[in-house]
């Protein structure tokens, strides 16, 4: 007997709610989904607590008193419309700051501005403003905006520089301070506005400071977006109390910046993760598009998932109960069906992971990456190596967070080992959208070009993920900011390698700038991008600021890229860049190497090495700064030479710097110098170490130049 099963197919006639039973669902316009509510008993905690402000009919945070705008569940997002605006006045005569109003530090506990969402942005003129970390005194972000001719800012509404800059935000954060700086000017007649505004705004707000912010006597509000997590602690810890808030069909993510964890529904189903019954199941069947089933192929939902019943495999299933009445057959029919579908569904998963591929691969920027390398002309790439996810999985322990050997604004390197036994460093982009593919892509095209013994060597690069990676040769011996700036350790580095080591950075450098078919400015020259090897030869890396230009030409840009406190001073003012740039960052480098001090101190955040340093040569104190080993193992000669070298790196005006190419044939010369009297007075037995008492007067030798 042949017994026929009907299936129904049920619609959900109306949208599910993602509010608590029995609680408001909306304010205005606005959706309440949980963990947020409006009365007791319907929000997570007070930090959750909404108010509902009847005569306005508009939805308030309780915490910070802003107007909601919408609340997403998916990407844990609050955008609220009347994020205010700072402001701060100047006395014309003294230069003075007044009182930022309100207070300029801010707490916003488990909300954390978004920083694929938000931009920071000044409206002011010869303003430097930035934010600092409250807890690690970390630079942030900031930007400058300059009013050299008044009639310029008059005539323009981008904010680009002139009376108004922008900048993008490198991760998110809750707790920050904001610096506000007056830049010293060449000329005492330059044009000074005494106002200054200074605001986080969402980046789909279009700044017109010519109209939108006229005057410091007004109160501004603009919109921004707020990240949000739940709890206190990371996943693994919340899986085991009884406030776990992740319901069925989700998973549990930490936070990357900081405390709480979110909830995130899994692929498949939709809805609120934080309620009781959890995300339920899409029925990809119901719209075309949710599917790629062929016209001929029949959709079956399934939990989370679905697949394509084809028609013959419909009419093979017809065929199975005639084979059962005439008893023949019928195990050479269930295992041709079985055969038959297993075929299908494997090649339906090909299919469809060959379709994620290639989506993964133009996301990533694998296109704009052929464009680059088809529009460049003569073959000066070397062969790079398309690594697949797995492999790439295995040699990281599934990127294990203890194979993490570094961090920074643009990737997370993990350390590898790939199945011929090679260690590599495997490089995962933190990019979220397409916006930022360019900078990680730009790392590929340059070092693509590159062949040097000083510069990382790209391996190659897997394009078809979620994120984009890229596998370099280890350099086992950390950062050279490392090694000089460690304060739990006294440094070790010799003076010898050190000269050593400012000789290959320079020639790296030299060879960027002049040997290569064309010139690539590095524009983020710094000690943490000096890795060493394992007999402390310099590595220089991370060139995804950097940009080729053609040899003797340069490039204006509107953003000013590189590190605080290397940053050139006439680049920042005049965007233009040139390899004169590099040559000021590498001075800042040799500042370092002869003191043993940071770029930036977290103690003074308004003073640089490259002023203390100058300072330092002007006033014959240079040994004042020294750091001890250098003092003690260096020859005053030498100590002196290096320092001049460093002097003229550091000069503000451009044109009077030396080239890298100059720069890299006095260290390389000193170097020879050095090692043929070391081998005299070895010799001799006739060596002495340098002390600062002894060498006290070898400053005078360096006298200031007007720059």
């Known amino acids: 007997m042949i017994v026929c ?7 959900k006639a109306a949208a599910v709610s993602l509010a608590l039973d029995g609680c408001q669902e909306k304010c205005g316009e606005v959706e309440i989904p949980y963990p947020f509510g409006i009365n007791k008993g319907c929000y997570l905690d007070g930090q959750f607590e909404i108010i509902c402000d009847i005569a306005s009919n508009s939805a308030f945070l309780v915490d910070f008193k802003m107007k909601i705008e919408h609340i997403s ?5 609050v955008r609220v419309s009347n994020f205010p605006v700072l ?7 003294s230069g003075e700051s007044l009182r930022v109003q309100p207070t300029p530090e801010f707490n916003f506990r488990r909300f954390s501005l978004s920083h694929t969402k938000n931009k920071f942005v000044v409206v002011g003129c010869d303003l430097f403003a930035y934010v600092v970390n409250n807890t690690t005194k970390e630079f942030l972000t900031g930007c400058g905006s300059l009013c050299n001719r008044t009639d310029i800012v008059r005539s323009t509404s981008s904010c680009s520089g002139f009376g108004c800059c922008q900048s993008s935000l490198p991760k998110d954060f809750s707790i920050f301070t904001l610096w506000v700086n007056r830049i010293n000017t060449l000329k005492e007649s330059w044009p000074s506005d005494p106002c200054g505004l200074f605001f986080f705004a969402a980046t789909d707000v279009e700044i017109d400071h010519r109209h939108n912010f006229s005057t410091c006597n007004e109160r501004y509000y603009v919109p921004v977006v707020f990240n949000w997590t739940v709890g206190n602690t990371s996943c693994s810890k919340a899986k085991t109390k009884n406030d776990y808030r992740c319901g069925p069909n989700s998973n549990c993510y930490d936070n990357d910046g900081g405390g709480g964890y979110r909830c995130i529904c899994n692929p498949g189903y939709q809805g609120n993760p934080y309620l009781p019954k959890g995300c339920e199941d899409i029925d990809e069947c119901i719209k075309p598009n949710h599917n790629d089933c062929q016209e001929k192929s029949r959709c079956r939902n399934t939990p989370g998932s679905y697949y394509c019943q084809h028609s013959r495999g419909h009419i093979l299933a017809l065929f199975i109960p005639l084979a059962v009445q005439t008893g023949v057959g019928l195990a050479a029919g269930l295992l041709f069906l079985v055969a038959v579908i297993l075929w299908l569904f494997r090649k339906i998963k090909e299919m469809n992971e060959r379709k994620v591929k290639q989506k993964l691969f133009k996301r990533n920027g694998g296109f704009l990456l052929q464009q680059q390398i088809s529009s ?5 790439f070397r062969e790079t190596k398309l690594f697949v996810i797995e492999e790439l999985e295995k040699a990281t322990d599934k990127f294990n967070k203890c194979r993490i050997i570094g961090k920074g604004g643009v990737g997370t390197v993990y350390k590898g080992m790939l199945s011929d036994g090679s260690i590599v460093a495997v490089k995962r982009s933190n990019i979220t959208d397409e916006s930022q593919v360019s900078q990680f892509i730009n790392e590929v095209f340059i070092l693509s070009q590159i062949n040097h013994r000083h510069i990382v060597k790209l391996l190659g690069c897997c394009l078809e993920t979620e994120v984009p ?5 280890y350099v086992p011996n950390g950062t050279l900011s490392h090694h000089i700036h460690d304060e739990h350790n006294v440094s070790t580095i010799s003076w010898d390698n050190r000269l050593r080591i400012a000789a290959e950075i320079a020639g790296a450098l030299a060879y ?5 078919s064309t010139a690539i400015f590095h524009r983020d020259i710094k000690s943490s991008n000096i890795l060493l090897d394992e007999n402390y030869r310099a590595v220089v890396s991370d060139f995804g600021l950097s940009r080729s230009v053609s040899i003797d030409k340069t490039h204006l840009t509107t953003l000013v890229g590189g590190t605080f406190g290397y940053l050139d001073p006439e680049y920042f003012h005049s965007g233009q860049l040139n390899d004169k740039s590099d040559v000021y960052a590498f001075g800042v480098v040799l500042a370092e190497l002869l003191t043993g001090r ?3 101190s977290s103690k003074n955040c308004n003073e640089g090495l490259a002023i203390r340093f100058r300072f330092a040569l002007k006033e014959n104190s240079l040994y004042a700064i020294l750091e001890k080993l250098v003092a003690n193992e260096g020859h005053k000669e030498d100590i002196v030479a ?6 003229r790196c550091l000069k503000l005006n451009a044109r009077k710097r030396p080239s890298m190419k100059e720069v890299a044939s006095e260290l390389e010369q000193l170097r020879r110098t050095r090692n043929h009297l070391v081998l005299e007075e070895s010799c001799q037995d006739n060596y002495h170490s340098i002390s600062p008492s002894s060498n006290s007067n070898s400053t005078n030798e360096i006298v200031e130049e007007n720059d």
Do not use: D
Request: some cysteine; aromatic content about 6%.
């Open 73 to 77: 569940i998916p990407h844990h997002h």
């Open 598 to 600: 940071k770029a930036i």
């Open 376 to 380: 460049s002309t003569g073959n000066v």
């Open 87 to 93: 402001n701060m006045t100047f006395n014309r005569s």
């Open 469 to 473: 990676l890229l596998v370099y040769e």
């Open 642 to 647: 290096v320092s001049k070298l460093a002097k």
């Open 512 to 516: 960027l700038h002049s040997c290569a």
């Open 5 to 11: 099963i009907i299936l129904f197919r049920s619609h």
